[in-house]
């Protein structure tokens, strides 16, 4: 079996990694990794046909002669030579966490350095033990800086990709109520994304905090270099203008400019101090920040503003927990609108906690003024209510195509296993 040095020294010759045979290009290095569901190694051979330079194995029963190499445990071998491809780097490595938020704080953080720096980051939101991987062995010799995001659901998970990704700095958007079943309620979640910061303590590292979440204050003493922002205080502040329905904000204090994004949503408000923290740390010019951030489109139904007709969605349906979903709802009923209407799916992974935050968010639904509620699966088709309720987003869809709604405003949201952007995708 192969040294990783030596495994390194053939990635070297063939720089690009796949572990999908329908994404797999001629020339790659195809890693064999297998689930509950599926075994890669099976896939050794079709790699091959497809052009794969090598396939990584674990099974001998699957060596092709010239074509394989058999290490011990693929997903591992994936691990170590990523963190030997991250050791060849002396550049500032940001790793994003946090429950809401990380994605498009990353994609933010990335416009903003790539105005300056020739900067690499997570590819979506791969972002867990395959993805981190994968995305460090994207990164070319000619990278000046590195956006690793890293999503997490249980302790020690974040501690572990901090092992591979050596990030130099680090930054937590917040710690809501997301994957409490995994991490054991809301204090587990504090620690588990805190592992961040607990890594940059032993290195010397650099946090940007937000001020505003004294929490993140406290979670972050100890780390040698802070570098804050926030409403109030911070070495980065600024205020928010507007949010109708786009976030505009003003950033203050010895530099003062005004930003017109094109992200739906107060909650993006602290994104976007992050990403002109950051950029102002890496001495990038305010008229450069301004630009990177406005010219910003939003994707994959991450607080994206779709018109159709004369109705507006707002579609925000990647992904749900009680924080975000709260946020959401209070954010789209401050809108000027005369008619709104939710389109509101499950969300996921809360544990015992599960039925309670569903309760919760009814309870904030019926304290404000709707045209209408729809509720959508999970636990929402188990409580009572007096709202419209469907099994799944394409009985929505299906009720939806059959109202005549005419100049009225959606929020669409829900955890993704609901899937609800399906609700108006053709």
């Given at each position: 079996m192969p040294t990783i040095e030596e495994l390194y020294q053939i990635y070297l010759k063939h720089p690009s990694v796949q572990t999908d045979t329908r994404k797999l290009k001629p020339g790659d290095i195809f890693f064999?990794?297998?689930?509950?569901?599926?075994?890669?190694?099976?896939?050794a051979k079709q790699a091959v046909e497809a052009g794969a330079a090598y396939v990584v194995i674990d099974d001998a029963a699957y060596e092709i002669s010239g074509k394989t190499i058999l290490v011990d445990n693929v997903l591992e071998c994936l691990q170590q030579l990523a963190h030997h491809h991250r050791q060849q780097f002396q550049i500032p490595f940001i790793a994003i966490t946090g429950s809401n938020g990380k994605t498009?704080?990353?994609?933010?953080?990335?416009?903003?350095?790539?105005?300056?720096?020739?900067?690499?980051t997570t590819e979506g939101n791969l972002n867990n033990h395959i993805g981190i991987p994968l995305t460090l062995l994207r990164i070319k010799a000619d990278a000046e800086i590195a956006v690793i995001e890293m999503g997490a659901n249980h302790q020690k998970e974040i501690e572990s990709y901090c092992q591979y990704a050596l990030p130099t700095h680090g930054l937590i958007t917040n710690c809501g109520k997301a994957h409490l079943e995994g991490f054991g309620g809301a204090a587990g979640v504090r620690k588990g994304k805190g592992e961040l910061f607990d890594y940059l303590k032993t290195i010397d590292g650099t946090a940007f905090i937000f001020n505003d979440y004294d929490y993140l204050k406290e979670m972050s003493v100890g780390v040698s270099h802070i570098f804050s922002y926030g409403s109030k205080d911070g070495d980065i502040t600024g205020e928010m203008l507007s949010s109708e329905p786009y976030l505009e904000t003003a950033i203050t204090g010895k530099n003062t400019f005004h930003i017109q994004t094109q992200l739906v949503g107060s909650y993006n408000f602290p994104n976007v101090l992050a990403a002109v923290c950051?950029?102002?740390?890496?001495?990038?010019?305010?008229?450069?920040?301004?630009?990177?951030?406005?010219?910003?489109?939003?994707?994959?139904?991450?607080?994206?503003?779709?018109?159709?007709?004369?109705?507006r969605f707002i579609m925000d349906a990647y992904n749900a927990n009680p924080s975000s979903m709260k946020l959401a709802i209070e954010n789209f009923a401050n809108l000027k609108s005369e008619k709104k209407v939710l389109l509101l799916g499950a969300?996921?992974?809360?544990?015992e906690e599960s039925m309670?935050?569903?309760?919760?968010?009814?309870?904030?639904?019926?304290?404000?003024?709707?045209?209408?509620?729809?509720?959508?699966g999970g636990d929402f088709i188990k409580l009572a209510h007096p709202y419209l309720s469907f099994t799944n987003a394409q009985e929505a869809k299906t009720w939806l195509q059959n109202q005549k709604f005419e100049n009225t405003d959606f929020l669409v949201k829900g955890s993704r296993s609901m899937q609800m952007e399906k609700i108006i995708t053709e």
């Open positions: 064999a990794l297998k689930g509950e569901k599926f075994n890669g190694n099976a896939f498009t704080t990353k994609e933010l953080i990335h416009a903003v350095l790539s105005s300056k720096y020739k900067t690499y950051v950029g102002q740390y890496f001495k990038i010019a305010a008229d450069k920040i301004k630009w990177a951030i406005e010219n910003y489109t939003p994707s994959n139904s991450r607080s994206q503003l779709i018109n159709k007709g004369s109705n969300m996921a992974e809360l544990g309670a935050e569903h309760e919760a968010i009814i309870k904030l639904i019926q304290s404000k003024n709707w045209e209408k509620v729809v509720l959508v």
